[in-house]
């Protein structure tokens, strides 16, 4: 056990530390409190209490940072005890009372902790249930990466540690993420699990704790029960205790709670009439007060200080993963304690007067921090001053990784090829490299490394592994196309398919510049519509705002035969929709190649938000990327990319052809659609006045550009424009639009708001057929025919001469 260098004696450091969690639960249950009567009063509104979740947890959080944490470990703390973890960087001085007593309220301290939005350092947020755990453990693997790459300097080793309900664990990302940390050689994490017994609905079932324990030995960790108190170990020792032990043993779930709701006046009834003998057990019982009694029989190790404290000590001189499973009691210290309704419980004015009354805390003296505490002021505070958790310096700025001008991609024009491939040789090229941004970047994959064409990267730079592994084919000299070694060097770590895993896999690659200080350039892959697979693990790597580039290949119904279970039709409204992803999706493999080196650059970035003026985007902030890719290879423009096509390619969109003054007609596609829709033009041109064809390469960044302009305009910046406005700017109104897509119409249906012209939205809506691509495109009317004929439609004045009849089935 780390201790202060207060030189008391341990149990003058138990006493403070005791003293101190009261004053952690009553600062915790008056901050929601406090918040609900402001609402109460000036909305009407109530919101959720949680005071009983977060009291389970009191007695834990007390050991670990008051106590147990060095300042490079990090936790995940379970949502619910966010009014605990506030409470605690309150008293270290990290956490404001404004922000407290707005609780919940606008810019206040926030319901869940949240890396993001609170100023009181958490490492991790939580809220969907399950993501902080895995997390914790991922954190942990690229720790060792870091380290195994000899970048962390003289940082020492931290502890990755996650506080978990235990209905938390019904979460099957949880275990999915167990077994990738047993292929890894999972180090340094704990998770300690709030084994209250209670969901959010209900008691949870008998025995649990045994089913926990036999998991997480076969997969390699320790597992350290916590149960018993000192009270109650020292009752055991009395006459008549073994007979208390078994039955606290044999106690069901739900009695358990119901008793400790009621307290010692039932306690005392029912183990009477249990195991009453007018002997030995009946003294023990008999020999306390109720009080003494509820104490004794709530006094389970999850709320006993010397109990934690040696069970972390003990656990702190390893690095093996440890699960600590640890009985407590939700509500502890509260009037909810135990009941199975208590879970967005919440303490009535009475009650909290009562609570108020027991912690000696006068009204008007709520947030002081020594309030009603037994212990001198100076004495509480120099033992917060000396607490190791609180020597935490705010993480330094890992220096931004410079990215080349240009990323090549040599013999590639002319050529038939798809993004996906081309994605592969420009990693190929990179490989090549000695340079700091090839060695910083870190690929990984669920298992599609090959299929999503990372191969000759791996090839050349490597598995990661903490001990090397041959690959065997390669000793045994079998013939094989790729090279699987495994060492410390490497910079691919490899995945199994759980999607999940890869999307906290990228967010904790992409949040190792503020975990680590090490910054690392991660690029996961993955098969477009497993990305609902993972989509809420995604969206927490975003809330979280790690950085990494995501590629999404193949994607749409342009993988043809390979049928329904692997289309995707929605993902480039995920892209459109999900905060702090930007999303693009090229054609051909100069504007990939182009948008690969932003993306590279923008996962870097961490400016202030003010938009751009020129596209109305929050470019300096920086985000995440995601690349929706394809596998259809398409024929490859020459063409120089010079800055102006380098620029509109990253604001989403550029004239293939610019429309002349009197334009009927425009079409804008996006993706691997582009031959129809440049065929289609050609058909169309004949007949109709200076078509136009717009080349989109990112819908959402058009998209967010104009949403922001208009919101501008409306604050009275009227000269605000976004860059598809400007290119909209000289169409007359009475050209027509037709967009299209391998993805939903919606992506791009709302272009025609932007000038206000007749637009038609070509795309895809169902899937489940297989066939060519070319049946494919006729069937969900994406073909160049269709787009003629809705040009048509929109236009109508004259025939088109190309136009044939519609054929085929058609959806
Ligand atoms: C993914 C997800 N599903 C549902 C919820 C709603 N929810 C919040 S807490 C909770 C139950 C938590 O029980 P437990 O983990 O045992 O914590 P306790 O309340 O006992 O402290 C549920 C269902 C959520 N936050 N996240
Ligand atoms: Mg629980």
């Known amino acids: 056990m780390s201790s202060p260098s207060t030189t008391s004696p341990a149990s003058d450091r138990l006493a403070l530390l005791a003293e101190l969690e009261k004053k952690i639960l009553w600062l915790a249950a008056w901050t929601i409190h406090n918040a609900n009567h402001l609402r109460d009063n000036a909305e009407g509104i109530k919101v959720g209490g949680h005071q009983a979740s977060s009291a389970s947890l009191a007695t834990i959080m007390t050991a670990l940072y008051l106590d147990v944490l060095r300042p490079q470990d990090r936790v995940a703390v379970k949502p619910h005890a966010s009014p ?22 606008y810019k206040g301290a926030q319901s869940y902790p949240s890396r993001t939005k609170d100023i009181d350092g958490v490492d991790f947020s939580t809220g969907s249930v399950g993501l902080g755990v895995a997390q914790t453990l991922f954190s942990s693997l690229v720790q060792d990466y870091v380290r195994a790459k000899g970048w962390s300097g003289e940082h020492p080793e931290g502890r990755m540690i996650a506080l978990v309900g235990d209905a938390e664990m019904d979460e099957g990302n949880i275990f999915e993420a167990l077994l990738e940390g047993w292929k890894h050689g999972l180090r340094n994490t704990w998770w300690i699990v709030d084994y209250n017994r209670q969901s959010l609905d209900a008691v949870v079932r008998e025995g649990l704790w045994q089913r926990f324990e036999a998991i997480f030995q076969n997969f390699g960790w320790d597992v350290v029960v916590l149960k018993y108190g000192v009270l109650l170990e020292a009752a055991f020792q009395e006459p008549g205790g073994e007979r208390l032990r078994d039955w606290i043993d044999n106690c069901p779930n739900q009695l358990y709670s119901a008793l400790c709701f009621q307290g010692g006046a039932a306690w005392r009834k029912r183990l009477l009439d249990e195991i009453g003998d007018q002997g030995e057990v009946t003294k023990l019982v008999e020999a306390r007060s109720d009080e003494e009694l509820a104490k004794l029989m709530t006094n389970l190790a999850g709320h006993d200080l010397p109990t934690l404290l040696d069970a972390f000590a003990k656990a702190g001189q390893h690095d093996r993963p440890t699960c600590f499973i640890a009985y407590t009691i939700k509500g502890f210290g509260l009037p909810l304690a135990g009941h199975k309704d208590n879970h967005a419980g919440l303490m009535n004015p009475t009650q909290m007067d009562a609570f108020r009354t027991a912690m000696n805390v006068r009204p008007g003296h709520e947030w002081e921090n020594f309030e009603g505490l037994s212990a001198k002021p100076d004495r509480l505070q120099a ?17 931004h990784i410079d990215v080349p001008a240009v990323l090549p991609t040599p013999g590639v024009a002319g050529k038939e090829l798809s993004t996906q491939a081309g994605f592969g ?15 910083r970047i870190v690929t990984t994959s669920p298992d599609v490394t090959v299929s999503t064409n990372l191969g000759p990267w791996v090839n050349r730079r490597g598995l990661f592994a903490l001990e090397s592994m041959a690959d065997t084919f390669k000793s045994e000299r079998i013939p094989s196309t790729f090279n699987w070694e495994f060492s410390p060097s490497g910079q691919h770590l490899e995945l199994g398919i759980a999607e999940m895993n890869l999307f906290l896999m990228l967010s904790a690659l992409g949040l190792s510049h503020s975990i680590n200080g090490e910054r690392l350039l991660p690029i996961g892959t993955l098969y477009d519509p497993f990305i609902y697979r993972g989509a809420d693990a995604l969206n927490y790597a975003c809330y979280q705002d790690a950085r990494f580039i995501l590629v999404a290949t193949p994607s749409g119904i342009t993988l043809a035969p390979e049928g329904g279970a692997h289309q995707s039709i929605g993902t480039p409204l995920i892209g459109m929709a999900q905060d702090g992803l930007a999303a693009f999706e090229p054609a051909f493999v100069d504007e990939l190649a182009t948008i690969l080196r932003f993306g590279f650059d923008y996962i870097q970035r961490n400016g202030e938000g003010d938009p751009d003026e020129r596209t109305w985007l929050r470019d300096q902030t920086g985000g995440s990327i995601y690349l929706r890719l394809s596998t259809r290879p398409l024929e490859q423009p020459a063409r120089t990319i010079d800055d102006e096509l380098s620029r509109a390619i990253v604001d989403g969109a550029y004239w293939l052809r610019k429309p002349g003054p009197n334009a009927e007609v425009v079409i804008a596609y996006t993706g691997a659609v582009a031959p129809e829709a440049i065929e289609a033009t050609g058909l169309l041109a004949e007949d109709r006045r200076d078509i136009g064809l717009l080349a989109i390469t990112s819908a959402d960044r058009l998209n967010a550009g104009w949403t922001a302009a208009g919101r501008a305009r409306e604050r009275g910046l009227v000269h605000a424009q976004s860059h598809v406005e400007r290119l909209f700017a000289d169409l007359p109104h009475h050209c027509s639009l037709v967009t299209v897509l391998d993805g939903h119409p919606a992506t791009l249906g709302w272009l025609g708001s932007v000038g206000g012209h007749r637009t038609r939205s070509l795309g895809v809506e169902h899937f489940g057929q297989t066939g060519t691509i070319a049946d494919l495109y006729r069937h969900h009317g994406i073909d160049a025919q269709a787009i003629v004929r809705a040009a048509l439609a929109l236009a109508p004045e004259r025939p088109v001469r190309y136009l044939r009849e519609a054929s085929g089935p058609g959806v």
Do not use: M, W
């Not at 605990?84 to 309220?105: C, D, M, P, S, V």
């Not at 033992?383 to 220096?399: H, Y």
């Open 84 to 105: 605990i973890f506030h409470a605690i960087q309150y008293l270290l001085g990290r956490q404001t009372r404004e922000k407290l007593e707005n609780f919940r309220g």
């Open 383 to 399: 033992f917060l001053d000396a607490v190791p958790f609180n020597k935490r310096e705010k993480a330094a700025v890992s220096p």
């Open 425 to 439: 040789q420009i990693l190929n090229e990179i490989s090549r490299e000695d340079s700091d941004f090839a060695n």
